[in-house]
């Protein structure tokens, strides 16, 4: 057996010590990352009320193939900031087909003061093989309103 040259196990634990340093930062690094994004998801902060200055669901039409978009304005009415984050939830028509919308929102994710407001826009694009008809989701604001606001999509036939 040979002995290993003069300076290499001291080079081995440099780069043992190395990858463990790393490895540390990297677990830290990571729970901060998840405790930022758990934070997004369900951040419900305590008295928070939504009123929207609209009627008991959101109702749009949009022909097949189409893109259309709801807009909704909230106030954090709270004497804390709070997150806002507005998502659509798969629509559901009377027959039972179920559409997972191609939307995003805009903004994604914003945090609001106290007292202010800000409007929120959910723009969705149909594509042309769902079948038309009335379909019926939420749009949940996570942060503000955990029960979501009602939106009835009725899909149309192209007109030619």
């Known amino acids: 057996m040979t002995e290993p040259p003069h300076g290499a196990g001291d080079t081995l634990s440099e780069i043992l010590r190395l990858q463990t340093e790393f490895q540390g930062r990297m677990v830290d690094e990571t729970l901060r990352y998840l405790r930022r994004v758990q934070g997004m998801f369900e951040p419900h902060s305590p008295g928070t009320v939504l009123r929207p200055d609209a009627p008991d669901a959101l109702a749009v039409t949009v022909p097949v193939g189409g893109r259309t978009s ?68 939420l749009v949940t604001l996570r942060g503000l309103h955990p029960a979501g606001v009602p939106l009835e999509v009725t899909v149309t036939e192209v007109v030619a």
């Open 70 to 137: 709801v807009q909704l304005d909230v106030e954090n009415r709270q004497r804390v900031h709070t997150a806002l984050a507005a998502v659509l939830t798969p629509l559901v028509g009377d027959d039972g087909t179920t559409w997972f919308v191609d939307a995003d929102a805009r903004p994604a994710f914003r945090l609001l003061a106290p007292a202010e407001q800000a409007r929120v826009t959910v723009r969705l694009r149909v594509p042309a093989d769902v079948p038309p008809g009335l379909y019926r989701g």
